[in-house]
């Protein structure tokens, strides 16, 4: 096996010779179908995230939410460690915090807003790999955000409110 330098991903058809098959598990990570598995999985949870905080508004929660996983990608630049790229997601980071906020207090569709720009950001994170040894994250946090983003909408046009 080697790393397919166009994917930065293992090719599962190169080694010759006497070189073992990926196993399933392998297959399913090589090809980056789990970190979308799981993100489907974590964004059900976050979608969920207000129950386990029931004496919280969902709006709360959720802005709450958006704030720290943007905070996650300041930590990546923090690791990455070009002082522009920090400079960046810092202020991204910023921006998704005040979005977060006017979701607390306004419509709740800033929080759908919210979670599908950053899915989006990902989705630009995951194309550019603008910071550094992020290769499977931005694919399962854009996951997460999708379909967090995906249940909040449909709650919200079936008269789930957010704010008491």
């Not at 392998?26 to 489907?40: E, H």
Request: glycine share 12%; proline share 6%.
């Amino acid at each position: 096996m080697r790393v397919d330098p166009g994917t930065g991903r293992l090719d599962a058809n190169a080694g010759g010779p006497g070189t073992l098959p990926l196993s399933r598990r392998q297959r399913l990570f090589t090809n980056g179908r789990a970190p979308v598995m799981w993100g489907v999985l974590w964004g059900v949870g976050q979608a969920a995230a207000p129950l386990g905080f029931f004496w919280l508004d969902p709006a709360t929660v959720y802005g709450m939410s958006i704030a720290l996983i943007a905070a996650v990608y300041v930590g990546f630049a923090v690791a990455d460690g070009r002082p522009a790229v920090i400079t960046v997601e810092t202020i991204v980071a910023g921006a998704f915090v005040v979005l977060a906020a006017a979701g607390v207090a306004g419509s709740a569709w800033l929080i759908v807003l919210g979670f599908v720009g950053h899915g989006l950001k990902d989705l630009w994170q995951h194309r550019s790999q603008y910071v550094a040894n992020t290769r499977w994250w931005p694919p399962f946090c854009m996951t997460i955000d999708f379909v967090a983003a995906a249940i909040i909408a449909v709650a919200i046009v079936s008269g789930v409110t957010f704010h008491p």
